[in-house]
């Protein structure tokens, strides 16, 4: 048994819009709460025409106002993107408004295309370069003062929000065991380095004021539904948009379809499904079959499920569905 948390990126659908969006996020929290799940992560994206989340500290605001105990937080802050007295500015106020709720994973990526993403931090290269030294002066500006201490963050200063790094390589692996931070592998659409991540991680560890032993969380793409068929059926919103990002016109979250045959080619087809093995889709008792197997493979302390459902009561179905299976352990939960 291990905790279970939602990373979600406010997807809009072809048929809603951003304020519907958000409101699903909310509802999902709310949900998810009341389930016994232990955090509700947001992700950072940008000029993405299906995710509503780009405004991550808002989005983060806006679904702990709506919960009460739920841990909530970013999967991730794409650092690169910001200055860290920013970033621990927004982080010390979100914890100020929400004491003892707030969690930071921060990535590396810029969360966009190179385009978009030159809009927003200008030289790509130093941001990407400068990404160690930026965690490290983060975490430092939510720490206490130090003596002499020039620049500070209020609010921020003294906050010690966790924080997490966030990995689809081993770039991410090294740093965080070297930092002692816990670590979250993006295995739910990155999952070829997924094993020689952790163990990279955890061979690197080193024991630190956060940690004094390695703490892994792994993420997977999910659809649960009373039947594999009906999960499968979920499903294939998440195929088409995999397809359509590959493609390179990434859209809205489509509706699903009782057949990909004709949408896809066979390599997409096997581009696809090879990105989204880890994929946990099917009946409950499918999903506790699939995870046991998952979770016993990585040796993950914690699961975190992204649910990219076209329908928002099926959506929530998946959600109660997850929190029944016998791998569930809410008993980490607090508040």
């Given amino acids: ?41 947001l992700a950072e994206h940008h000029g993405m025409r299906g995710i509503a989340s780009a405004a991550t500290s808002i989005v983060i605001s806006h679904v702990a106002a709506g919960t009460s105990r739920i841990r909530v937080g970013s999967g991730g802050i794409m650092l690169p993107n910001h200055s860290p007295l920013v970033i621990a500015e927004q982080f010390g106020t979100l914890e100020a408004l929400y004491p003892g709720r707030i969690d930071l994973g ?79 592998f993006a295995s739910h659409f990155a999952p070829d380095m997924l094993l020689t991540a952790l163990e990279i991680y955890r061979e690197r560890f080193t024991p630190s004021k956060f940690l004094d032993k390695p703490h892994v969380m792994v993420g997977v793409m999910a659809a649960a539904a009373d039947s ?35 949408l896809w080619s066979d390599h997409e087809r096997t581009m696809v499904e090879h990105t989204l093995r880890y994929a946990v ?27 990219p459902i076209h329908d928002m009561d099926a959506r929530l179905r998946s959600v109660e569905l997850f929190a029944a299976l ?5 008993s980490t939960v607090t508040g």
Avoid: C
């Fill in 228 to 262: 594999d068929a009906e999960a499968e059926y979920l499903f294939t919103s998440m195929q088409q948009s995999f397809t359509a990002l590959r493609r390179g016109t990434p859209g809205p979250l489509p509706p699903p379809v009782r057949s990909m045959d004709g």
């Fill in 106 to 184: 921060l990535g590396r990526a810029p969360g966009t295309d190179m385009n978009t993403a030159r809009a927003l931090r200008r030289n790509l290269e130093a941001a990407a370069n400068n990404f160690p030294q930026d965690v490290i002066d983060l975490i430092a500006l939510l720490g206490p003062a130090a003596e002499n201490q020039q620049i500070i963050a209020v609010p921020g200063m003294g906050s010690n929000v966790p924080v997490w790094l966030l990995g689809s390589s081993h770039y991410s692996a090294h740093l965080a065991g070297m930092l002692g931070l816990p670590f979250a």
């Fill in 326 to 330: 016998p791998s569930f352990d809410s």
């Fill in 281 to 307: 889709v099917g009946s409950p008792q499918t999903a506790e079959a699939r995870l046991q197997g998952f979770l016993k493979e990585t040796g993950a302390d914690e699961l975190i499920i992204s649910l």
């Fill in 1 to 41: 048994m291990v905790a279970f948390s939602i990373l979600d990126l406010s997807p809009i659908t072809a048929d809603g819009n951003v304020s519907q969006s958000l409101e699903n996020s909310r509802r999902l929290a709310q949900v998810a709460e009341a389930k016994g799940f232990k955090r509700f992560w």
